[in-house]
């Protein structure tokens, strides 16, 4: 993976926002009820370059990142969490998935997101329409992937995560998903929180959080004005005395490189490897989905795949 703009101009700012992409999870009401917060700012920023979005495909992939970043915590190991929309709309699908070292990549399936005016509001439920929003867990001890997929109710990334987990794990749930774009449209902060209940939360406990969180500020804005993620949920959530546990480092990654795309070409039919040795154009581009890093290939490297396929000619 190529970063095509590393956040910050100078090492110590690209430092100081490395610090600041965290996780951290928490407890609340006595262990009743989980939760995660995230300041995702350099992350969303980092994959906006790599992707070359503008402000309304920034919202729609960047609101995905932090969701799928949020829920990666429980992952250990070599374990990967995904999350995949497929819709009617002029969005028409993205697909993301986060590791668990909260690495996350993934992409749109359109770029640019058609519009016939200009958005009055950051609703973008009209973008989404009808369609499938579905989590698939790769668990590295399980023999299959744990797949659940509900209908859109929402066009609203946020929403329709929450109404997964009731629907498909019947777990009452929350997101509070943010970007915030200066006058010119710059990302300036980015964030994200996430509450679950546990199976001893009572249902007063629940009721009271979700209009807590319905009436939770920005976190875009929070953060774009340096706002620390453990003293707001202090703050916010005092009368349910927070518990902070670990927190982890969360980052814009893709570990493909140059030798994992030279595989995939190897596995092309060997008219279209030999068609493509004829004709061309050179060098041949290919790009990863996920982080947009293009990866050249001059007539040599293909008359080198080749002839590894049949090393006689």
């Given amino acids: 993976m190529i970063k095509k703009k590393i956040y910050g101009n100078t090492l110590k ?41 503008g402000i309304l495909e920034t919202l729609v992939l960047g609101r995905a990142y932090l969701g799928i970043g949020l829920i990666s915590t429980n992952l250990k190991d070599n374990d990967r969490i995904s999350l995949q929309i497929d819709c009617s709309g002029p969005i028409k699908g993205l697909f993301v998935e986060a590791n668990a070292f909260a690495e996350v990549r993934g992409f749109l399936k359109r770029v640019p997101i058609p519009i016939d005016k200009p958005m009055e509001n950051f609703d973008l439920s009209p973008f989404f329409g009808a369609g499938f929003l579905e989590v698939t867990r790769h668990l590295q001890d399980a023999k299959q992937p744990f797949i659940g997929n509900v209908i859109l ?13 009731l629907t498909s794990e019947q ?9 915030h774009f200066d006058r010119e449209g710059n990302v300036t902060g980015a964030g994200g929180l996430f509450l679950q209940a546990m199976p001893d ?28 993620p453990k003293e707001l949920i202090h703050e916010v959530f005092h009368k349910y005395i927070p518990k902070f546990l670990a927190s982890k480092r969360a980052e814009f990654m ?41 990866y050249l290939f001059s007539k040599a490297d293909i008359q080198q795949i080749y002839g590894k396929r049949f090393p006689d000619n």
């Avoid at 992409?21 to 262990?31: E, I, P, S, V, W």
């Avoid at 893709?254 to 060098?283: A, Y």
């Fill in 13 to 53: 700012e690209q430092l100081l926002a490395s610090s600041k992409d965290r996780l951290y999870n928490f407890f609340l009401a006595g262990g009743t009820v989980r939760g995660v917060i995230m300041n995702g700012t350099r992350m969303i920023n980092e994959m906006r370059a790599n992707h070359e979005l």
């Fill in 153 to 165: 109710q929402y066009g609203n990334i946020a929403k329709d995560l929450a109404n997964y987990y």
């Fill in 171 to 179: 777990i009452p749930t929350a997101f509070n998903l943010s970007i």
């Fill in 201 to 228: 939360a009572g249902d007063e406990i629940t009721a009271e959080l979700e209009n807590l969180i319905s009436e939770f500020p920005s976190l875009g804005a929070v953060f774009s004005k340096g706002g620390n």
């Fill in 254 to 294: 893709c570990h493909c490189n140059k030798d994992r795309v030279r595989s995939l070409l190897t596995l092309l039919p060997i008219k279209e490897i030999k068609d493509i040795l004829e004709k061309g154009p050179f060098p041949v581009e290919l790009q990863c989905h996920h982080c947009n890093t293009p």
